[in-house]
């Protein structure tokens, strides 16, 4: 009778460790941030290179760590290979990346990161790029990314559980912490 060796109940806590390590490393964490912020959720490597501030290798080494473990995927554009100034290969999310994405509490950031994309000065090379047209995304990695601003309900917004520190003045009747210090 062979024994079983007992489970390991840290198994799911290193899994989860392990994650979040991937995704947390600046680089990798810089080209997620691009890729959930860019209008099409498609980014080129000159883009990730310009809003992530690294060299285009340091780029190419942390989207290899990201395919490998099926966050991203790079999509090609037939209409764009061999011509010059339009990019043909960009840089998305996966079905697996986004429920990673969305395990980690990601998604939630989309609106915020759309609002920095397009607030965000870009010198014509860079625009260029982001105007190219691009490949489809899969159906359903398209549709856990469209976020529209009107279905943000501001009535699920909560107000903060504990009181702001410091938020309100000593009355006349009690000393404030400072008040020794004034007199």
Sequence with gaps: ??????ADPTAPFEA?????ELLSQETRHH?????????????S????????QKSESAILDQLGELIDHGI??????????GTRDQPSKFYGLTERGVAVLEEFKYLRG?????????NTVKPKR???HEDAPRPALPDKVAEALDV???DVDVGELKEPEQPAMFAGRATDDEKGAFDDLFE
């Design 1 to 6: 009778m062979s024994e079983t060796p007992p």
């Design 16 to 20: 989860q460790r392990a994650m979040h």
């Design 31 to 43: 080209i997620l941030q691009t890729i959930l912020g860019h209008p099409a959720h498609l980014t």
């Design 45 to 52: 490597l000159a883009e990730l290179g310009y809003y992530s």
């Design 72 to 81: 991203i995927a790079a999509y090609t554009y037939e209409g764009s290979e």
């Design 110 to 118: 989309v609106p915020v990161l759309r609002a920095i994309h397009e």
């Design 126 to 128: 860079i625009q260029r």
């Design 148 to 150: 529209d601003e009107e």
